[in-house]
């Protein structure tokens, strides 16, 4: 036997719509207003109210009509025929934790449409743009162009025929969180109508005639508007709270997180390959065509004035010029004379030099015998130390350069890595954060994080590059701010795969945040052993160069007094000469 289904309201021998609590038991005249059939009036138990059955005795003859149905679809007609709604006052958000007194922000109203639609579908368009369906009957989206996201009861539009109001009937099924995400998406203010199925038609008109029983399931105003209560501090909870505002019992679940980082990641898929972001690649690359015309053209013109400079500067002295060749010719000739005069006195000298250096000579060889053999033993020993020094340091310079040249490479390749991801990084979030006003909280707090710190990472890189090209840095200073460096690249690496991780679909999430922990924790340590490497060889090169430059300067000192007594030693030989003569 099929299950009898029980309602409220029935026709009478009249066609009038009566009411279970209000039908008389002695009539039998009652029939279903779905199928016109005989419908019983039971008086129910102690748990049940008084209601309207069928006799069911075949699948054949059973009625699907349902109070909930009618009362749906008489609130659509009303709304429809009236063209107006009232809504509830807007009140302000509480920021999390706040439990004290916030502010209305915009008081209970009436809102009127110019037209009104009834299960019409609201999509997307290719350009993220938001429109609806005109025409009843099912929806067919064209591929690629336009993507369904849900189907409100009721549609309220202006004079241009634009969003102004939608309207969800609640007589048996709440909004569920799916339809509550694509209302955020939308960002088109929606309230939500309860009826009890048990009202009659005059009580339904009655209800919708006053916002009793409505509530906001989305407003742009409140969305927009910062909490209350960020700031101050917030008293003890009282014993009620806003329905809306309450903490839930329990955390978001997977599903629903998956569904937000899927339209997230669909939205910014759809951002950098639509007509915005080539436009945008299209303005940068003729931007850099003009900078580099630019640049080409005032090369030019500097180029033509020091040609000119110089022309005129060959003009005005050019009489100079001829007086300066005729001294010059005077001082040649002069030249010439003081040349034969200086070869004569110099042929004397140099003959009187050379009897001098005989006999010093021979007075060196008979004064000191052995003196010429130790000094050139030490001039060797000193010679091969200079040289060991000297290749010391040449080796050591080249290791230098070589990693001086190596870390140089590695810092322009993540230099330029790092500033192509955060503008590309901050060109999308940007986009993204302005495509999806008010998305989901969740979303928001994160393409406002990852905004504030491509922005900070591309701010700080760029100061830094900057500060490199206007002083020649030394080995010292490029090694302490490697660290600093490194750590950044770490961070961009970070945002990257947050990046990456809204791309994919994610079919097992928390097995794949496990692992993207974990080759995370590993790139990081990776980074961080690079980075101990680098600057361990830094050390011990600086140390080793220390070294080196100590040995060189102790072994200078040391050799530096017996050079000066060889000298002495000369001297004094060449007096005690001079003097014996």
């Known amino acids: 036997m099929a299950a009898r289904i029980k309602f409220a309201f029935a026709h009478d021998a009249q066609g009038k719509v009566v009411r279970a609590d209000e039908a008389d038991k002695l009539c039998q005249a009652y029939t279903c207003r779905g199928c016109d059939k005989p419908v019983i009036l039971c008086y129910g138990d102690i748990n049940q109210t008084r209601h309207f059955r069928h006799k069911v005795r075949t699948l054949e003859e059973h009625c699907r009509y349902q109070d909930e149905t009618h009362a749906h679809r008489h609130a659509k007609a009303v709304l429809q025929q009236r063209q107006w709604v009232r809504v509830p006052p807007v009140v302000a958000r509480r920021a999390e934790g706040y439990y004290g007194p916030v502010p209305i922000l915009r008081e209970a109203r009436t809102v009127r449409a110019v037209h009104v639609y009834n299960e019409r579908t609201v999509y997307e368009n290719v350009a993220c743009g938001l429109d609806f ?4 009957g099912k929806f067919e989206a064209v591929p690629g162009e336009q993507r369904a996201l849900y189907r409100p009861d009721v549609i309220f539009t202006d004079a241009e025929d634009k969003l102004l109001l939608l309207i969800e009937i609640h007589v048996t099924h709440e909004v569920d969180y799916k339809k509550l995400v694509a209302l955020r998406r939308a960002q088109v203010d929606t309230i939500e109508i309860t009826i009890p199925y048990f009202l009659s038609a005059q009580e339904i008109e009655d209800l919708l005639a006053s916002h009793a029983s409505t509530a906001w399931l989305y407003n742009h105003e409140r969305e927009t508007t910062d909490p209350i209560g960020r700031d101050a501090a917030s008293p003890p909870a009282p014993g009620g709270i806003y329905p809306d505002e309450a903490p839930a019992d329990e955390p978001e679940s997977l599903e629903c997180q998956l569904h937000e980082i899927r339209e997230a990641a669909r939205s910014l898929r759809k951002f950098v390959g639509g007509a915005a972001m080539a436009a945008l690649r299209d303005r940068f690359a003729g931007a850099g065509a003009d900078l580099t015309a630019a ?12 040609a000119g400079a110089e022309a005129e500067i060959c003009a005005s002295f050019g009489e100079a010029a001829a007086e300066i060749e005729r001294e010059k010719a005077e001082l040649v000739a002069e030249k010439t004379d003081v040349a034969r005069i200086f070869e004569s006195e110099q042929a004397r000298l140099s003959g009187e030099i050379s009897a001098a250096d005989l006999a010093l000579d021979a007075a060196y060889r008979a004064a000191a015998p052995d003196l010429r053999k130790r000094v050139e033993e030490r001039r060797t020993a000193n010679r091969r130390t200079i040289q060991a020094l000297t290749a010391s340091r040449e080796q050591l310079r080249r290791k230098l350069e070589a990693e001086k040249a190596n870390l140089d490479q590695r810092f322009q390749r993540a ?16 986009a993204a954060t302005a495509a999806e006003h008010a998305a989901q909280a969740r979303i928001a707090r994160l393409s406002s994080y990852l905004e504030r710190r491509s922005h900070r990472a591309g701010d700080a890189l760029a100061r830094r590059i900057r500060s490199l090209e206007d002083e020649t840095p030394d080995i010292i200073r490029r090694s302490a701010e490697l660290g600093r460096f490194e750590r950044e690249l770490a961070t961009a690496e970070r945002l990257r795969a947050e990046l990456e991780r809204l791309e994919p679909a994610v079919a097992a999430a928390e097995e794949a945040l496990g692992q993207r922990r974990a080759d995370h924790a590993s790139r990081v340590a990776a980074r961080e052993r690079e980075a101990e490497l680098v600057g361990a060889a830094l050390r011990r090169a600086e140390a080793g160069l220390a070294e080196e430059v100590a040995a060189a300067t102790t072994c200078l000192a040391r050799l530096t007094p017996t050079y000066e007594a060889l000298r002495a030693a000369k001297g004094r030989a060449i007096d005690r000469r001079f003097s014996s003569r």
Do not use: H, N, P
């Open 133 to 136: 369906q005109r025409e009843a």
């Open 295 to 306: 640049e080409g053209r005032e090369d030019d013109a500097f180029r033509a004035a020091l």
């Open 415 to 430: 230099a330029a890595e790092l500033e192509r991801q955060a503008a590309a990084s901050s060109t999308a979030i940007d």
